[in-house]
């Protein structure tokens, strides 16, 4: 069969939300990629937006890791030759599993082996298991395969425990499960302009998914990644009480960097949080503290061990 996409030797496909692209969900991704290198066939990813609860079940839908185009950005990071996104709606929930692998799995990828995570569900009601999908393959001449569990120290890889972790404030847990630091895309506009009047001009991140999580409020040592590179910053989340705005911001002042980034999609990397936002009695006292908040973000970003920041040999 010749799939819709023309992938004429057939595909290696797995299926899900991959919400944060973790550490387990990449186990599966390097499964397909092998087994496609192996067979000679394409790899692909069959994901879903909006998350299927958000359909199903408004009220239990999570708030996500890795929202829109953040998923996109993480995958295309991997060796997987192709995805598809499907837009999740009531008739997509209700096709029965063997009507979602005829005509998606079949129909448009040419479909010859299935590779899933150990506790995947999908069709109407998530009655498409293991099971029922080994049926189908033997039944339709493809090839089902289960990849384990992956554990991080003593607990199993799930999108759930990693958002529990970040909403938390567990930057660290979170990282060993995702396989890298916790971000948030977003792009550079225009705010209020007191940090330059402070000294520390910063970056203001807009445009944010609605359903991105965020960890707590604070302080944050920070990564920035920019078209210039990766600089070692410090993140401001929250209101400024100083000044009486209690909206939320995110506003990072990059070490070394000179220039600007408006209009600029960049990317920041949550490392150790340095403390809670707070008012301060006067402008010198926020100065002073914003003096201690890089010198601690600077020792927080050594001690964590990031490397090859162009903000370092500056600021050594």
């Not at 990397?269 to 100065?287: G, Q, Y």
């Not at 908040?293 to 970003?301: C, G, Q, V, Y």
């Not at 001690?303 to 162009?310: S, T």
């Amino acid at each position: 069969m010749t799939s819709a996409l023309g992938l004429d030797r057939g595909s290696v496909v797995t299926i899900g939300t991959f919400d944060g692209v973790h550490i387990g969900h990449r186990a599966v991704l390097a499964e397909i990629t092998r087994r496609a290198a192996r067979s000679g066939r394409a790899s692909a990813v069959v994901t879903f937006e909006p998350h299927p609860l958000e359909v199903v079940n408004p009220a239990a839908a999570p708030p996500l890791l890795s929202p829109g185009d953040e998923r996109l950005e993480a995958l295309a990071e991997t060796s997987v030759d192709h995805v598809l996104v499907l837009r999740f709606t009531p008739a997509l929930a209700a096709l029965t599993p063997d009507e979602f692998v005829h005509r998606v799995l079949l129909q448009q990828l040419g479909m010859r082996e299935l590779v899933i995570g150990h506790d995947h569900g999908f069709g109407r009601n998530r009655s498409g298991d293991v099971g029922t999908l080994r049926q189908l393959g033997a039944q339709l001449g493809f090839e089902v395969d289960v990849v384990d569990a992956v554990g991080a120290g003593d607990q199993q890889v799930s999108s759930s425990r990693i958002r529990r972790a970040v909403a938390g404030g567990d930057l660290d847990t979170a990282a060993r499960m995702l396989g890298r630091r916790y971000a948030v895309s977003g792009t550079v506009s225009h705010g209020a302009g007191r940090g330059g009047s402070l000294g520390v001009p910063t970056a203001n991140l807009a445009g944010l998914p609605a359903r991105k999580l965020l960890p707590p409020d604070g302080v944050y040592a920070v990564v920035v990644e920019t078209r210039r590179g990766a600089f070692g910053g410090m993140l401001n989340q929250g209101g400024r009480p100083t000044f009486a705005e209690q909206g939320r911001t995110l506003e990072a002042h990059l070490f070394g960097f000179n220039g600007s980034l408006y209009g600029e999609r960049v990317r920041v990397s949550w490392v150790v949080r340095l403390r809670d936002t707070r008012a301060f009695a006067s402008r010198e006292d926020l100065i002073s503290q914003l003096a201690r908040d890089r010198a601690n973000a600077l020792a927080a970003l050594k001690a964590a061990g990031v490397q090859g920041l162009n903000s370092f040999a500056e600021d050594d």
